[in-house]
């Protein structure tokens, strides 16, 4: 299984990117997939989830309104489109795959709902 993450770069604050992750080796259709994000220093947090087919998303507080998940399962590629970006999101941001399970929504947030990680890629906004 391989998920490869792509997509980041430096951009001023309240720009906008399209980060994209392609995944390869899997089911594509059979996995919910999330975004997770660490800056220097921190630990990787939870970004944005969404279901196996696109049904339902999830957000972290401090990214809702402004982020948007989605997937194209025909392309076995999920995408997180960051609008309004603020220097405070600036870190490595990391895809993952979850495998469906039923008690996967009590768990999404966590790092250990998700079966398989992309290497990831850097955001930096400057102030």
């Known amino acids: 299984v391989q998920l490869q993450a792509f997509g980041g770069g430096l951009v001023q604050a309240g720009g906008s990117l399209r980060l994209s992750c392609a995944a390869s080796g899997l089911t594509f259709s059979n996995y919910h997939m999330g975004w997770f994000r660490q800056a220097p220093g921190t630990e990787r947090e939870f970004v944005a989830a969404i279901t196996w087919g696109g049904a339902t998303t999830y957000y972290a507080d401090s990214v809702k309104g402004r982020f948007a998940i989605s997937r194209e399962n025909a392309n076995n590629t999920v995408y997180l489109q960051m609008n309004s970006l603020k220097p405070e999101d600036t870190a490595v941001y990391y895809c993952?795959?979850?495998?469906?399970?039923?008690?996967?929504?009590?768990?999404?947030?966590?790092?250990?709902?998700?079966?398989?990680w992309g290497q990831g890629t850097q955001v930096t906004v400057s102030s």
């Open positions: 993952a795959a979850a495998l469906k399970r039923s008690d996967w929504n009590g768990y999404k947030r966590r790092r250990s709902a998700y079966d398989y």
